[in-house]
């Protein structure tokens, strides 16, 4: 088998061992952040089990850094360039995690807390 193959085959098996909740964007309706040293609440429900990817980004924002401040108690947070996934755990009810965002919107520095709440289903 050519290296090409071998390849080819691992992404697939890579990509049907992980289920998502939705391509690129769990949230149906965020409530925007500023980079005002706001702070926004949002909030989305996930199967039990399921992956999660939501990008960070607006229109005229560059994002230079997002930390996570605050875990959650029982899924798995990772932060993947102006993005999180978030991965639920297998059964539960609700999770909880913050983030800062640091960048600059519309030439102005500075940064918004994201405090999320995933409501598992």
């Not at 991965?87 to 994201?114: C, Q, Y």
Request: glycine share 10%; with cysteine; aromatic share 6%.
């Amino acid at each position: 088998m050519r290296h090409g193959t071998i390849c080819a085959l691992a992404a697939l098996v890579l990509c049907q061992t992980s289920i998502p909740a939705s391509a690129g964007n769990c949230l149906s309706r965020n409530e925007g952040f500023e980079l005002i040293s706001d702070t926004v609440h949002w909030a989305f429900s996930i199967r039990g089990g399921t992956d999660c990817l939501q990008g960070l980004r607006g229109r005229a924002m560059l994002i230079n850094e997002v930390k996570i401040v605050e875990p959650p108690a029982a899924g798995t947070l990772t932060i993947a360039g102006p993005a999180f996934f978030y991965r639920a755990p297998p059964n539960g009810s609700s999770d909880r995690f913050k983030l800062e965002v640091a960048g600059e919107n519309n030439r102005m520095r500075g940064t918004s807390v994201i405090v999320v709440d995933v409501s598992i289903r």
